[in-house]
């Protein structure tokens, strides 16, 4: 992303309803639309790498979400994998009270995958990527408890983009989730202000590994470094995202949260969205090892036998501008 207009993943006639088709629109309610990212919130998103959005959820799908997380941490599934990747974050009782992180929440739970497929929810991922179709690329529930020293609850500062070496596109997303009010005390998602604007400077085969198996200092100073390259300063915005509403950042925008000083978990869903133009390819590290991807042991292939991250049985489709649904 350079900050500049990107052009849409598909031509389609622009009409009402901030910039999307009227056929699109028209799976939207009125009081809907008016929650759609205005062309001034587009252009905040290309320039700053994060946007807060209006109330997307009601209280009562937020505390179906709530209430679907209990149900799966008690041993609740409506369908489980096929089998679990070498890399799948899984949390289970035994694991302790830790950060919880559980992938692919939304195949393994109706409820939440019902909600998480509302369309005004990927029609505005849609109008800040500026893109026609909008997919699930992956989903993790996470619950941050209340303890204050608990290293597991400070998450390093990374961006998504690192992680997603195998896929084409970039202008993937991520949605941040609240299941209530979240602010500093809770250690909310934080962003670091206009950093996918960034040149990068210090890459290499580390960074395709998840911040877990990383050393967090050295992570911590190759934010810095970069800031430095770029001859900027880091600017850390926390989110304060009331009960219904929800953050969004691009896929190169550095974040990272701290401790939970609250006295009640931290309890949300990472939705991490992809366009419609996202394609699997393939990644080799320095000495030629194959980057892999969990979805690559789940999805169907495509014809030319690779990954296909448009499968909809675990990638389902949530927005097309052209009002085509799977």
């Not at 629109?25 to 001034?40: G, H, K, N, Q, V």
């Not at 990272?256 to 978990?265: E, K, L, M, T, V």
């Not at 042991?297 to 030319?304: H, K, S």
Request: with cysteine; charged share 30%; hydrophobic share 35%.
């Amino acid at each position: 992303m350079t900050g500049t207009a990107l052009r849409t993943d598909t031509e389609h006639t622009q009409e009402e309803g901030h910039g999307m088709s009227s056929t699109a629109t028209d799976l939207l309610t009125e009081a809907e639309r008016t929650l759609l990212p205005s062309d001034e919130d587009v252009a905040h998103y290309a320039r700053h790498g994060w946007y807060l959005s209006g109330k997307v959820f009601t209280d009562e799908e937020v505390d179906l979400l709530s209430a679907a997380s209990d149900r799966f941490y008690a041993g609740g599934r409506d369908r489980v994998l096929p089998h679990h990747p070498a890399r799948l974050a899984y949390w289970e009782p035994a694991h302790g009270d830790v950060q919880r992180h559980n992938d692919y929440i939304h195949y393994e739970d109706a409820t939440i995958g019902r909600i998480l497929a509302k369309p005004l929810l990927g029609a505005v991922a849609a109008r800040l990527a500026e893109v026609d179709r909008i997919r699930v690329f992956q989903s993790t529930m996470i619950y941050k408890p209340p303890i204050v020293g608990e290293a597991s609850n400070i998450v390093p500062w990374h961006f998504d983009r690192h992680y997603w070496s195998t896929s084409t596109s970039e202008r993937m997303l991520t949605a941040f989730i609240p299941f209530h009010d979240c602010g500093e005390e809770m250690g909310t998602i934080t962003m670091v202000d206009g950093s996918h604007l960034w040149r990068e400077f210090g890459g290499d085969d580390s960074t395709s590994q998840h911040f877990a198996e990383r050393d967090r200092g050295a992570l911590e100073e190759l934010l810095a470094e970069n800031a430095r390259f770029n001859g900027t300063e880091v600017r850390k915005i926390p989110m304060r995202i009331p009960k219904g509403h929800m953050s969004f950042h691009h896929c190169r925008t550095y974040h990272g949260s701290g401790a939970n000083r609250s006295d009640r978990p931290r309890r949300a869903i990472s939705l991490h969205l992809q366009d419609g133009d996202n394609r699997y390819r393939e990644f080799r590290r320095s000495d030629g090892s194959l980057v892999a991807y969990n979805h690559d042991e789940l999805v169907r292939r495509d014809g030319a036998g690779h990954p296909d991250y448009a499968d909809p049985e675990f990638l389902p489709l949530l927005w097309d501008a052209r009002g085509i649904r799977e």
